[in-house]
């Protein structure tokens, strides 16, 4: 197998993002926990900085990411043919000057037949971030088939797991200092619905945000019929909570992965479960996952 290699491109400029319907030449949607089998393609449009991994790319951006958790990306492809490739890790659309690469890694898929050779790579959200798109570019020198995914139920694998074939394939961004990802370029993306003719977007507040001993500003956007995002920020601390809700009929799920006090990820989440009233407020109860006999309530209501 060829040896890893690491570069990083940057790019500077303004983006501009808007949900639309219309897609790029390889550019290719990727909602979290789902998969896209593509070939790598020429004419993407990338900047010359992006040749160094080949005249041949796709683009993936991948969404909806949560500040705070953690993912795994898993790359599969079939060894033995040498072609050289590479793939990053970036905030905002890689073919405008404002995005920024975090991170790159050259391979290579080696002259040893392997099918379903995977690569997996480890990585996190900063709380801090404003955008829940991550964009990934994986560029070859010839057409390469590859499928590619995300997910936020990592498997559990480490920098020192190996493959069926006895070689490490799993890059962890987090000791290479490079995670967690700061995304603030990407825009939101509310879910793949939108660009098929979704029905709109139903926005619940902002309310104010109380449960126990802390206040704050919370507000729902229904993105589908079972589908949801939160916006939290409880008062007297800088962190925006950017959450994935669970909605069936008049209830509601969320849960927090984020310890605002300390502006980092949860040891042990906070679920949260309620009810949306005819007037859009909601309320309910919530638990520590460590915790679960224990319940407290909580409420969203107008100001």
């Given amino acids: ?30 909602p979290v926990n789902s998969i896209q089998q593509v070939t790598t393609m020429s004419g993407v449009g990338l900047p010359p900085s992006y040749g160094g991994t080949g005249e041949f790319h796709a683009v993936f951006k991948i969404f909806p990411v949560v500040p705070g958790k953690r993912y795994e990306a898993t790359l599969t492809y ?3 043919d040498n072609i050289g490739y590479g793939i990053s890790f970036g905030d905002g659309d890689p073919s405008v000057r404002d995005s920024v690469s975090f991170v790159g890694i050259g391979h290579g898929t080696g002259s040893r037949v392997m099918k379903d050779k995977e690569e997996k790579f480890l990585f996190s959200i900063s709380p ?33 797991s190996k493959d069926r ?23 939101y993306v509310a879910a793949q619905a939108m660009a098929t003719g979704a029905p709109a977007v139903r926005i619940f507040g902002p309310y104010a945000f109380l449960a126990g001993q802390f206040s704050g500003t919370i507000k729902l956007a229904q ?81």
């Fill in 223 to 303: 993105i589908s019929e079972n589908e949801g995002i939160i916006w939290l920020k409880i008062d007297g601390y800088n962190v925006e909570e950017i959450l994935n809700a669970v909605i069936r009929g008049s209830e509601l799920k969320f849960v927090r992965t984020i310890d605002c006090r300390f502006n980092a990820p949860r040891t042990h989440a906070q679920v949260f479960t309620g009810q949306i009233a005819p007037d859009g407020t909601f309320s309910g109860s919530y638990f520590n996952d460590y915790e679960s006999v224990l319940i407290y309530p909580w409420q969203a209501q107008k100001r």
């Fill in 128 to 160: 801090q971030s404003t955008s829940n798109v991550l964009y990934v570019v994986v560029g070859s020198h010839r057409p390469l088939n590859i499928r590619f995914s995300v997910t936020d139920r990592p498997s559990g694998v480490t920098k020192e």
């Fill in 78 to 80: 079939h060894a033995g």
């Fill in 165 to 187: 074939w006895g070689y490490f394939y799993v890059t962890d961004f987090h000791d290479r200092g490079t995670a967690p990802f700061l995304l603030k370029r990407g825009g």
């Fill in 1 to 30: 197998m060829a040896k890893k290699i690491l570069f990083t491109v940057i790019a500077f400029g303004i983006v501009f993002y808007l949900t639309s319907a219309s897609a790029k030449t390889g550019y290719v949607d990727i």
